[in-house]
């Protein structure tokens, strides 16, 4: 894939695929702007350069019809004043209005197209969606790093019709990180791998046990794990029918030297909630009726050991229930241990992302990915869709 920076851009519309895809409270407020600063040097970029900014996004999940709420117009504000300059919203994605419109930008202006996703082509990666869409650009980025594990029409298909694309510096420097941590790491390379399910997390267990010197395991999915060990977990989530290859990617991974640490202790509540009883026991001591919601403070001082010599540090899932306060400790502390690491840290997944923010640690990791399902693919080791239509992995600068 090319980098933008190989592409003349002056008078051109620049048709940017980016991920908008802010979370926005019952007053269409923006309350995390994180995904439109990241994309900012790319779009001012442009902007320098004299190219006619033509900015495409999905919001939300719509299902293919137009959703008022789900509208981009609160971000072209926010957008608006980041860049110091008008971002004129456009009414729709595709169609002659929104034709003429972008067909009359000048050089160094801005327009933003309507959310993607009112549209059923946009997820179908249909290929007359994508052509109408095409029509709206001279040049192809794709910026959309969070979004190049769907092939999706603005992401895929569209990509095609273009004789000239690139990526912006946002997904070169995901890829950048990525490789980094996981082809020339320096060590010890340790895997933080947390959430509520095993199942999910699987493929990306698979993948980095022969690149990692240690995994770390916390969350919900450890208990397929401490189960598979023999522990009675009383009524603490279970994925059973993972058990079995739970406990034989442990062993594996003792087999191959990776160090491999587990959850020694719990906060254990007879139920989730914000108001319920909860007490700290050792794993072997979860009540019958209980069930562990968090990492207890044994862990986390044990999982910040193990960190104490890590090079590389890559981490994705919290470490418990941590939207409830009283199952949020151990996540929480974990942020620290990561954050007060000297490793190189990369962290990626939405949750993991929140409970950073929450902490303000933000600018003690080394790098916060601005994707969830796509880092973790590529912790799985799989292509993003996106990155094999712009050429691969391979930067021709
Ligand atoms: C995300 O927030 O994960 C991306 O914007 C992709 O959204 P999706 O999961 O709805 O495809
Ligand atoms: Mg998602």
Redesign the pocket.
């Known amino acids: 894939m090319y980098s933008i920076k190989e592409l003349d851009l002056q008078g051109k519309r620049v048709l940017v695929r980016v991920?908008f895809?802010v979370p926005l409270d019952e007053h269409q407020n923006i309350t995390d702007d994180t995904?439109i600063k990241a994309v900012l040097p790319t779009l001012q970029y442009i902007l320098d350069h004299q190219g006619r900014l033509v900015i495409m996004s999905?919001m939300?999940?719509p299902k293919g019809k137009a959703v008022d709420k789900l509208s981009l117009a609160p971000v072209a504000k926010r957008l608006g004043r980041l860049l110091e300059q008008e971002v004129f919203m456009a009414e729709d994605c595709i169609g002659e209005n929104v034709e003429n419109q972008v067909n009359g930008l000048e050089d160094g202006q801005v327009a933003l197209l309507e959310n993607l996703?009112f549209y059923p082509g946009e997820?179908d990666n249909d290929p007359e969606f994508a052509r109408q869409l095409a029509a709206l650009g001279d040049v192809y980025i794709n910026e959309?790093f969070?979004?190049c594990?769907?092939a999706?029409a603005s992401v895929e298909a569209i990509v095609s019709h273009f004789p000239e694309t690139a990526a912006g510096f946002l997904l070169l420097k995901e890829m950048k990180y990525f490789k980094d941590a996981m082809e020339k790491p320096r060590r010890p390379l340790v895997a933080i791998i947390g959430g509520a399910k095993v199942s999910s997390k699987f493929g990306a267990l698979e993948n980095m046990l022969p690149r990692v010197n240690k995994f770390i395991i916390g969350g919900a999915m450890a208990n397929s794990f401490l189960k598979s060990m023999g522990f009675a977990l009383g009524r603490s989530k279970v994925e059973e029918d993972l058990v079995e290859a739970a406990g034989a990617l442990h062993q594996r991974a003792l087999r191959e030297g990776v160090k491999f640490y587990l959850p020694v202790d719990a906060v254990v509540a007879p139920e989730p909630g914000p108001n319920v009883e909860t007490k700290i026991v050792p794993i072997q001591e979860i009540p019958e009726n209980w069930m562990a919601l968090d990492i207890g403070p044994a862990t986390s001082r044990l999982f910040d050991e193990a960190l104490y010599n890590a090079k590389t540090i890559v981490w994705n899932g919290p470490m418990g229930m941590f939207e409830i306060d009283a199952f949020s400790r151990g996540t929480i502390s974990m942020v620290y241990s990561v954050a007060d690491s000297y490793a190189l840290s990369i962290v990626g997944g939405?949750d993991t992302d929140v409970a950073i923010h929450s902490t303000g640690q933000t600018d003690r990791i080394s790098y916060i990915s601005t994707?969830?399902?796509?880092f973790l693919r590529l912790l799985e080791g799989k292509p993003l869709p996106g990155v094999q239509a712009l050429g691969g992995l391979e930067i021709h600068e």
């Open positions: 991920d895809n995904r999905h939300g999940r996703r997820e959309a969070a979004v594990h769907r999706h939405g994707g969830g399902g796509a």
